[in-house]
C-alpha cells in the first residue's frame, strides 16, 4: 500500500475540502481518507498541488500522430509504423495527465484489434466510423452503402470488441470531398445503425455538424454527439428550442474544443470558415449557449488530427470550457466523472474513489480557481503505477 496526499483535492465531481490522501494497492484506489489523515504506509506528499482522478479525453484517434494531414496519411503507414504512432499517442496523453481515452475513429480496426490498455490509459474504442460511402474519414474502412451494410458493419463492430459504435451523421472538414454542411444517411438508416448498436448492448456516438444532421439524431437516438457546431451556409446558429430539445433528450455533447493557443486552423478548416463566415468567438458563444441550456458536455478534444490539436492537448480544452462559462469544478467534471460515465467507465475510473482504478493526477497550484494550473502536471498514475515524466 502506498499513500498520496494534496492540500487540496478534486473527486471527479466535486471539491475535497481539506484535501485528501488516496491509498493505492494493487493498481486500485483502496480507499481515501481526508488529507490530514494519518496511514502507516509510505504516502507521497507534494506541498502546495492539488489531487484529482487521471483525465478521460473522450475523443482521439490514436492512428493520427499530430502531424499536418494526420488522417489523410493514416493508409499510406506500414503496420510498423501504426504501431509506433498508437504507442507514441498514448504516451503523448499520458504525460499531461490523461489516464484513459475514446478512440472515436481508429484504422481498420487497428485500435480495437490491438486490445490496448496493459501498462497506458485504459482505452475505449470504436473501430473505423460507419459513414456513407466516399463519406467522411471514408479511407478508415467503415464506409456502408445500403441498409444491410449498416447493419452487418454495426454487427461486426459488436463481434470484434468494439464498445461504442461511431457513425458519422454529416461530411467533416478534415475529409474535403464531402461537405459538413449536409448530413450523410437517410433518417431511417441512421435510426436502423442505433437501432441495432442498442440491441447489441453499445452507445452510439454520432459526428454532427449542420442542424439537420444534429435534429436527425436526436430523432434517431443517439446517446452522444461530437462536435454539435450548428453551422450553416452563413456560419453558427443554434435555432430556438434545439439547445433545450438536446437537453431534454439526455445527449452528451463532446464540443471538441481545445487547440494550440496561437496555432492558426489548419487550410481544410480555414476554407469552411472562409465559406460560412464562421468564426471561432461564434463558436464558442454557441457552445456557452449549449452550456446554459443545460447540455451535459464531455472535453474530448479530437486530439491527434494535426499539429493544433496534438495528444495531450487536453488541458487546452478544459481551459476552453471554462472560457464558453463553465465553473472550473464543472470543467474539470467534464474530463473526469462526467467523461467516465459518457464512456461507460464509470465503475472503472473518473473519480476518486475506492475500488477504481489508481488513476491519478497531481498539478501545481489549484485548478479550481486557476484552470492553467492542469498544464502544471507533477505526477501521473496510471492504474497504480507512476508515469516517469521524463521519459
Ligand atoms: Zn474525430
Same mark, same amino acid.
Request: glycine share 8%.
Given at each position: 500500500m502506498r499513500g498520496y496526499r494534496a492540500d487540496r483535492a478534486f473527486d471527479g465531481e466535486r471539491v475535497v475540502h481539506g484535501g485528501a490522501l488516496v491509498l493505492v494497492e494493487d493498481g486500485r484506489i483502496a480507499g481515501v481518507e481526508p488529507g490530514d489523515a494519518a496511514v502507516g504506509c509510505p504516502v507521497t506528499h507534494l506541498p502546495g498541488t492539488t489531487l484529482l482522478p487521471g483525465l478521460i479525453?473522450?475523443?482521439?484517434?490514436?492512428?493520427?500522430?499530430?502531424?499536418?494531414f494526420a488522417l489523410d496519411r493514416i493508409p499510406e503507414m506500414s503496420a510498423d509504423e501504426l504501431d509506433a504512432v498508437v504507442r507514441k499517442s498514448l504516451r503523448d496523453q499520458l504525460m499531461v495527465g490523461v489516464t484513459a481515452v475514446r478512440d472515436l475513429g481508429d484504422h481498420h480496426f487497428a485500435v480495437v484489434d490491438r486490445h490496448l490498455g496493459g501498462d497506458g490509459p485504459t482505452v475505449v474504442a470504436a473501430g473505423p466510423p460507419i459513414t456513407s460511402a466516399g463519406g467522411h474519414c471514408w479511407s478508415m474502412g467503415g464506409e456502408v452503402d445500403g441498409d444491410d451494410e449498416a447493419r452487418r458493419a454495426v454487427r461486426e463492430r459488436a463481434e470484434r470488441g468494439a464498445q461504442v459504435i461511431k457513425v458519422m451523421a454529416s461530411g467533416g472538414v478534415m475529409t474535403v470531398t464531402t461537405d459538413v454542411l449536409v448530413p450523410q444517411f437517410s433518417d431511417d438508416r441512421l435510426r436502423l445503425v442505433v437501432d441495432e448498436a442498442h440491441a447489441l448492448g453499445l452507445p452510439v456516438v454520432a459526428h454532427a455538424h449542420p442542424v439537420a444532421a444534429i435534429e436527425q439524431c436526436l430523432d434517431a437516438g443517439v446517446d452522444g454527439i461530437e462536435h454539435?457546431?450548428?453551422?450553416?451556409p452563413t456560419g453558427i446558429s443554434t435555432p430556438p428550442g434545439l439547445a433545450e430539445r438536446i437537453a431534454a433528450s439526455g445527449v452528451v455533447v463532446g464540443p471538441t474544443l481545445g487547440h494550440v493557443p496561437g496555432m492558426e486552423p489548419p487550410p481544410q478548416v480555414q476554407a469552411v470558415m472562409k465559406r460560412t463566415g464562421m468564426t471561432l468567438e461564434a463558436r464558442l458563444a454557441q457552445v456557452g449557449e449549449l452550456h446554459r441550456a443545460g447540455v451535459p458536455m464531455i472535453g474530448g478534444a479530437d486530439s491527434g488530427i494535426g499539429p493544433g490539436k496534438p495528444h495531450g492537448i487536453l488541458p487546452h480544452a478544459v481551459a476552453h470550457m471554462v472560457g464558453i462559462g463553465m465553473s472550473c469544478a464543472e470543467a474539470l467534471a467534464s474530463v473526469t466523472g462526467a467523461a467516465a460515465k459518457a464512456c461507460g467507465l464509470g465503475d472503472r475510473t %473518473?473519480?476518486?474513489?475506492? %475500488?477504481?482504478?489508481?488513476?491519478l493526477l497531481v498539478v501545481a497550484g489549484d485548478p479550481l480557481t486557476?484552470?492553467?494550473?492542469?498544464?502544471?502536471?507533477r505526477l501521473v498514475v496510471s492504474r497504480g503505477v507512476e508515469v516517469d515524466l521524463n521519459g
Open positions: 479525453d473522450t475523443h482521439v484517434h490514436l492512428c493520427a500522430d499530430s502531424r499536418p454539435c457546431t450548428c453551422i450553416g %473518473g473519480r476518486l474513489r475506492a %475500488g477504481l482504478d489508481a488513476d486557476d484552470i492553467a494550473a492542469l498544464q502544471q502536471v
